[in-house]
């Protein structure tokens, strides 16, 4: 739910005040993909704030939330009960339309899991090869190319703890700092950075990560920029080093959605920075 909102306060949406049914029996609303959110405040405090935000990409928005206003309805029976008891004043909904082929990119960024690229031994002095898994479907369909990304920081010296002499209350002694506290770093959790997202529409999926992997190291050039010169320069290490760590992600969507939508600006708003090489 973190992950919905955040997207839906990065379009700076307004919220609309529930007043009746026929909000949602409304034909913009009724056949609808959309992500929704539904929000209240209180007699004491006008700030309206989150009470559910949701991707509807299998249910029309407008069914969607006609489920969250019926008292009959689980979802529906917390919110009524909430204003016929005033804890909230008003009840309020806000949503952006979405394509199918959109709803399938953010189901790949929040469902689907990263799978790690293994790459081979090096061959010819200093070249290593990236090893595809098997099971990447002959679909069209979406998928993204990120990169492994480890942070270090140096940490705050760390001190000895020692009984301080008269008089020296207050200040550091530098002898009592462990000789290694200036080299201590940080290691942060790995997180997984995306730089690329790809659209498989004339070829399949297997296809076209085929020659984002398999081909650069056979026809690699300096002069190639974008997510292939990225992928080759990083087949190229130093005796000892280890390349960066690559991983994929994919979802299969009919090939006959994938040009709808802002897919790139989708999944950037998602994530919340810039892919890098998708230009």
Same mark, same amino acid.
């Given at each position: ?131 595809? =898994? %098997?099971?990447? *479907? #002959? @679909? ?7 990169? $492994? ?6 940490? &705050? ?81 130093? =005796? %000892?080093?280890? *390349? #960066? @760590? ?7 969507? $009919? ?6 939508? &802002? ?17």
């Amino acid at each position: 739910m973190q992950n919905i909102v955040q997207i839906l306060e990065s379009v700076q949406l307004k919220w609309e005040l529930f007043q009746s049914w026929t909000d949602f029996s409304r034909l913009h609303l009724s056949n609808k993909l959309a992500i929704f959110g539904i929000g209240y405040n209180t007699r004491w405090k006008e700030d309206i704030r989150y009470h559910y935000a949701e991707i509807s990409s299998q249910v029309p928005l407008g069914k969607r939330l006609r489920e969250y206003f019926n008292s009959e309805k689980p979802e529906g029976r917390i919110i009524m009960t909430r204003v016929q008891k005033m804890n909230w004043k008003n009840v309020y909904y806000k949503f952006l339309e979405i394509t199918i082929s959109e709803a399938r990119c953010l189901e790949l960024h929040m469902e689907i899991d990263w799978i790690p690229i293994a790459h081979s031994k090096p061959t010819g002095g200093n070249v290593v090869q990236y090893l595809l =898994p %098997g099971g990447i *479907p #002959k @679909s069209p369909g979406l998928y993204a190319i990120g990169y $492994e990304e480890c942070i270090e920081r140096p940490l &705050s010296p760390h001190m000895e703890q020692r009984s301080l002499d008269p008089g020296k209350e207050g200040r550091v002694d530098l002898e009592t700092l462990s000789p290694q506290a200036s080299l201590q770093v940080e290691i942060e959790p790995t997180r997984i950075i995306y730089c690329y997202l790809g659209i498989a529409e004339v070829r399949t999926l297997q296809q076209c990560l085929f020659l984002h992997f398999q081909a650069n190291t056979k026809t690699f050039s300096k002069d190639w920029v974008g997510i292939n010169g990225f992928l080759s320069q990083n087949c190229i290490v130093d =005796p %000892g080093v280890s *390349p #960066k @760590s690559i991983y994929i992600k994919f979802v299969e969507v $009919e090939r006959d959605f994938l040009s709808a939508g &802002s897919l790139v600006e989708c999944l950037e708003k998602a994530i919340g920075y810039p892919l890098k090489f998708n230009n």
